[in-house]
């Protein structure tokens, strides 16, 4: 569904993205897994075209995206900061999105109910909590229901209650067999929902496994076990290639 | 497009700055209008205060709004829409909502109170300002990556153009005195869009002569009528190329 080719990416001298090959098929749950800076946002706007790569393709459903835009209409995107115009109130955002997105006219409202958005629907954007805005935007990522999910930190923030309505979410659309990207540093909230983990570092792909295939070689059953392993051991260095 | 001008413009027109903008404007207006009795006094010296506050705090309001707004335009780019319309949206948008600010805080009041073709010119003049300053803001958004350094960038423009750029017409001037420089002197006017603003309303006014040397140059050379239209045409041309270029260096610009 997205194949990903040579793809390479610097910040003056500072190379964010090093030559990553990855190909991601539906129904797949994807983590992307990494110290801080270690290009998985930079790889995940580059998907979304907000960054441009300087080499290497991306392809979604086999069409390259560079001078393509409407290819956007599969994605839905969560970001790691939601910030909305001020005075807008969540209301005014959801309906703007709504009026963009012309190509749509049946919505996926189940995030706006489930989190209590409707009770709150005028208040504006400057007065609500980080979390509260952070719901807002899983319900934007969520509305259109698109084929893929692209979700940055989509937990941080989220109290325990409305992170396991998320998560259950993410399961469902999994199950109908959606593509989901997922990038986060709580990797207790990944255990249930991963099938794939992507792990980088410094801009380069180190591996790109099943969750079962990293249990079984680790010997570990918890996600952040298997990883704190991974990092320890000489794993990588026994297991690349 | 429509959509996303529709929704900023919503935003701004709570927004307390813009609010504050308009009542100061309108409140300049009446006192200023309401002082003296020479009618063409006081619209010299509201042309002031248009020359004065228009460029600076459209510059620096649009420059901090849309850097403020970087991560919901991340979020609008991830939707299906072009990065050219909404850029183009964007702007429209922000100075659509500080030339409302501008006609309601000066028009309104000039209009009831002195109404005149010099007046009709001052309110063209802080109009085309308010779209040539917002295009201005819009070029340093897409330049620099940084909200501190770009409000740093936005300050020295407007300085620049406000203040600094007459210094150094003036230093020409007194440099090359003693050769014929009025042609040249011409052209570089037509560089600065405030000194542009401030010549068309000047043009107007009986006192264009006596309002330093652009204006009797303007005057002079190309009389009322023509003289006008070439300031107009020039700030167009200010608005136009900022924006056109922003659109150009938005499609690569990494967010």
């Known amino acids: 569904m997205i194949t990903i080719q040579h793809l390479t990416k610097s910040f003056g001298r500072f190379k964010a993205l090093d030559d990553i090959n990855l190909e991601f098929e539906s129904g797949n749950t994807i983590s992307l897994v990494g110290p801080n800076g270690s290009g998985k946002t930079t790889l995940i706007k580059s998907i979304l075209g907000l960054v441009i790569p300087e080499k290497g393709t991306i392809k979604i459903n086999k069409e390259e995206i560079k001078t393509n835009w409407a290819y956007r209409s599969y994605i839905g995107y969560m970001p790691q900061i939601g910030r909305y115009p001020e005075n807008m109130t969540i209301r005014q955002v959801i309906n703007m999105l709504k009026e963009i997105r012309t190509d749509h006219s049946r919505y996926d409202e189940e995030l706006i109910e489930s989190f209590g958005l409707p009770a709150i629907q005028n208040k504006t954007m400057r007065n609500l909590s980080g979390g509260t805005r952070q719901k807002v935007s899983a319900c934007l990522a969520f509305l259109f229901s698109p084929d893929i999910f692209i979700l940055d930190e989509p937990t941080a923030g989220l109290d325990p209650v409305s992170s396991e309505l998320l998560k259950d979410k993410i399961i469902r659309e999994r199950a109908n067999g959606k593509l989901i990207l997922i990038t986060s540093h709580v990797l207790s909230d990944l255990d249930d929902i991963t099938s794939h983990i992507v792990y980088m570092q410094e801009g380069k792909l180190i591996f790109y496994k099943g969750v079962d295939e990293l249990k079984k070689s680790t010997g570990e059953e918890k996600l952040n076990k298997v990883i704190a392993s991974i990092m320890k051991d000489d794993y990588l260095k026994n297991h690349a290639n | ?255």
């Open chain 2, 1 to 255: 497009m429509k959509t996303i001008v529709k929704y900023v413009l919503l935003d701004l027109v709570k927004n307390k700055t813009i609010l504050v903008y308009t009542f100061i404007l309108a409140l300049l207006a009446v006192s200023v209008l309401g002082m003296s009795g020479n009618s063409s006094k006081g619209l010299l010296s509201l042309l002031n205060i248009t020359l004065l506050f228009v460029p600076i705090i459209s510059i620096l309001f649009s420059t901090i709004y849309f850097f403020n707004s970087v991560e919901f335009t991340e979020l609008l780019l991830a939707q299906p829409i072009r990065r050219k319309t909404l850029i183009l949206a964007e702007y429209a948008g922000v100075a659509f909502a500080l030339s409302i600010a501008y006609l309601v805080g000066i028009g309104l009041p000039v209009l009831l109170l002195n109404y005149s073709l010099a007046s009709l010119t001052l309110l063209i003049s802080g109009l085309l300002l308010t779209l040539i300053f917002t295009a201005l803001a819009l070029l340093i958004f897409v330049l620099f990556k940084d909200k501190t350094r770009g409000i740093g960038a936005a300050i020295i423009t407007a300085l620049f153009f406000t203040l600094l750029f007459d210094g150094l017409l003036l230093s020409f001037i007194y440099a090359f005195s003693d050769y014929p420089i009025d042609e040249p002197l011409l052209g570089l006017i037509s560089l600065n869009p405030v000194d542009l603003g401030r010549i068309l309303v000047l043009l107007q006014l009986d006192v264009a002569v006596m309002m330093g040397y652009s204006g009797a140059l303007f005057k002079e050379f190309m009389g009322s009528a023509i003289g006008s239209i070439y300031t107009v045409a020039c700030m167009s041309f200010w608005i136009l190329i900022p924006i056109a270029v922003s659109a150009r260096k938005f499609r690569t610009k990494d967010l």
